[in-house]
């Protein structure tokens, strides 16, 4: 399956559509798309420059969550593919398809829009440049190998050399503005995050704290955040611009 493009999709609850983008418009440093879909329940976050790769949705049911969305030339097609590969089948609209990897995260094969555009980092009074570049699978221990083999077999980028085995990245396509990162942990069900590349943290967390977020947890070069809602997502020091 060859991958043209990766967009995240952050789906929020009707009560808390409004504020959350928001928040996310803010800190992304993006425009909000006219709304759109039979009930205008969809937006595009749009970058100042490059093509998008995040988009909102209002969701009737639940507490909402992060999906990835990932566009390809023949999403039936690639649905086979995945579901022969170990991916269960949610629902299928004819024109795009929603699934669920073997190790729990949802994701959606949708027609390619002709993106191909990495959006630029930016650079924020201070001198901070960040970008929001990553979305993280938590896996639970028990199905992370298996999680690890599907999408290397799904979208055929070999894993690079692992440094850390619990931290596992695609392959990172330069031309994509986002990474997919496989986390192991001991969480029972699993949790899909979004992450920032900050070169500056300290200032970072800052601005995101202007915005109403809160720390959560930290690491020495990586911290867990709230949105105003108490989405969590990650602030880590990594160069925006490649994501090393």
Known sequence: MHVEWL???????????GSEVTFWRAIS????????????????????????HLRVQRVDDGPGGIHLDIHVGDPVAASAEAVALGASLIADYATHCVLRSPGGGVFCLVPDGGEHTRARPIRWPGGTI???????????????????????????HPMPGRGDPDRVGLTRNPALALQVLLVRSE???PATYLEV????????????????????????????MADPTGRHYFISQRNPRTGA
Request: glycine share 6%; aromatic share 10%.
């Open 197 to 224: 590349a900050a070169t500056d943290l300290a200032e970072e967390i800052e601005r995101h704290e202007d915005w109403g977020a809160a720390v959560v947890a930290r690491c020495v070069d990586r911290v867990m």
């Open 187 to 189: 969480v029972a069900e």
């Open 130 to 156: 960040s970008i929001i570049d990553q979305i993280c699978f938590d896996v639970p221990s028990r199905l992370f190998d298996a999680e690890v083999a599907f999408w290397e077999a799904l979208t055929g």
């Open 29 to 52: 440093g993006s425009t909000v798309s006219p709304p759109r879909g039979e009930n205008q329940e969809f937006a595009t976050l749009e970058p100042f420059n490059g093509d998008a």
């Open 7 to 17: 967009t995240a999709y952050l789906d929020f609850p009707a009560p808390d559509f």
